[in-house]
């Protein structure tokens, strides 16, 4: 189960009471490390990050894609995973529902990383579109959307691994025993990635969230956030520019020295009015 505060949780941003501020700009960094694995198989991209107008026009794209170890050519599966998104990102229709078009594009990766894998490598997937000072997403697998909000941590998407489902089968029954889960031993398999042969669960918002002044937010892989504690990742993002943010996570990471440390990857939006 997740640590964090959980989306439902995130102060209102979509009332009607809430007077309209000036547009969101953003300052962005990203953080990536190998750890203690032989090869980097995780992979990130941004869109339109340095220009002012594309941001306006067609938003600010940010994706981080973990290539799963333990299975084939982790790093295929992501890279591919990146550009089938970034390819649909470029011929989105901002009249239509946009969620609905990024749950295709993950579909539309799924199907690229399972053809060109035969069904035996995956990656985890996250997309997310700042378009008009809102925050719109969609993700597939174990990673992570964090959003640092004044003082607090949210965590905004839900991760699909054993654990999860196994706690939300617990409440579904009518039990509230998180020790059920944290006990299965196989808690950290991933239940749907990109490469799998029939993706059936795309979480995301039906409804973007309004962004404020000063929020943060950071996609990343659990090379991060399964490694350091909410407190520790809450005391980086209070640093003042995204740069420091990631300078200081990696700093955390490394001080673990985890045997097993596993890739690592980041990517910060700060948002300013």
């Given at each position: 189960m997740p640590k964090f505060n959980q989306t439902q949780d995130v102060p209102p941003v979509n009332s009607p009471q809430i007077k309209k501020d000036r547009p969101i700009s953003y300052?962005?960094?990203?953080?990536?490390?190998?750890?203690?694995?032989?090869?980097?198989?995780?992979?990130?991209?941004?869109?339109?990050?340095?220009?002012?107008?594309?941001?306006?026009?067609?938003?600010?794209?940010?994706?981080v894609a973990d290539g799963m170890g333990g299975m084939k050519d982790g790093?295929?599966?992501?890279d591919n995973a990146i550009e089938v998104i970034r390819s649909a990102f470029?011929?989105?229709?901002?009249?239509?529902?946009?969620?609905?078009?990024?749950?295709?594009?993950?579909?539309?990766?799924?199907?690229?990383?399972?053809?060109?894998?035969?069904g035996e490598g995956g990656s985890t997937a996250i997309v997310c579109l700042f378009y008009d000072s809102h925050l719109y997403f969609a993700s597939v697998g174990d990673s992570y959307l964090l959003?640092?909000?004044?003082?607090?941590?949210?965590?905004?998407?839900?991760?699909?691994?054993?654990?999860?489902?196994?706690?939300?089968?617990?409440?579904?029954?009518?039990g509230f025993d998180p020790s059920i889960a944290r006990s299965d031993p196989e808690k950290a398999a991933v239940t749907q990635y990109l490469g799998i042969d029939e993706l059936t669960d795309i979480d995301g918002f039906v409804r973007p969230l309004r962004l404020r002044d000063s929020d943060v937010v950071m996609l990343?892989?659990?090379?991060?956030?399964?490694?350091?504690?909410?407190?520790?990742?809450?005391?980086?993002?209070?640093?003042?520019?995204?740069?420091?943010?990631?300078?200081?996570?990696e700093e955390q990471i490394i001080l673990r020295g985890l045997p097993y440390q596993d890739n690592y990857t980041a990517l910060i939006i700060k948002c300013e009015n």
């Open positions: 300052r962005v960094a990203n953080l990536q490390g190998i750890g203690a694995r032989q090869r980097q198989e995780d992979a990130f991209a941004f869109a339109n990050v340095l220009d002012v107008v594309a941001i306006k026009n067609k938003g600010l794209l940010a994706i790093r295929l599966a992501s470029e011929n989105l229709d901002y009249e239509s529902d946009i969620f609905s078009q990024l749950k295709d594009a993950l579909l539309s990766a799924n199907e690229r990383v399972y053809s060109l894998l035969d959003l640092k909000r004044g003082p607090s941590l949210y965590l905004l998407n839900k991760l699909q691994n054993v654990q999860h489902e196994v706690y939300a089968e617990t409440i579904r029954g009518g990343c892989s659990d090379g991060v956030a399964g490694v350091l504690d909410e407190e520790t990742m809450l005391r980086c993002l209070e640093n003042p520019a995204p740069e420091q943010m990631t300078k200081e996570l």
